[in-house]
């Protein structure tokens, strides 16, 4: 079984600031890539950013510019730095791991953590 531990959600004004971070522990071999996807009221989830083990990154084009996704690979733990905050930034984040459950396992699969709120108010 693997644990995604997500932290770092709020509620902040616009133009503030948080810090998300995602650890995960348990039963994986390897681990592919993290991440972050978000999903408001009503909406589909999307992906805000992604991080694969060898560095190179991915954003969503709403949040390019403002968000900087890193990772700690020794310790299994992605960081969303999230700058100038926006309402339509609110939405519940999700930690999202690419990576296998074990050395048996011929493909990656793709886990979920629980969702951290993150609120951003006018």
């Known amino acids: 079984q693997v644990h995604l531990a997500e932290s770092g959600g709020g509620l902040v004004q616009a133009g503030g600031s948080l810090r998300l971070s995602c650890a995960a522990s348990?039963?994986?071999?390897?681990?592919?890539?993290m991440g972050w996807s978000r999903q408001a009221p009503g909406e589909k989830r999307e992906l805000v950013a992604r991080?694969?083990?060898?560095?190179?990154?991915i954003y969503a084009d709403s949040v390019k510019g403002r968000f900087t996704i890193s990772g700690d690979t020794a310790q299994n733990t992605v960081y969303l730095q999230m700058n100038s905050l926006r309402p339509e930034d609110t939405a519940i984040y999700y930690c999202?791991?690419?990576?296998?459950?074990?050395?048996?396992?011929?493909?990656?699969?793709?886990?979920w953590g629980q969702g951290t709120q993150v609120t951003v108010s006018s």
């Open positions: 348990g039963s994986i071999s390897s681990i592919a890539s």
């Open positions: 991080i694969t083990s060898g560095g190179s990154t």
């Open positions: 999202r791991v690419v990576g296998r459950p074990s050395r048996e396992w011929a493909n990656d699969l793709l886990y």
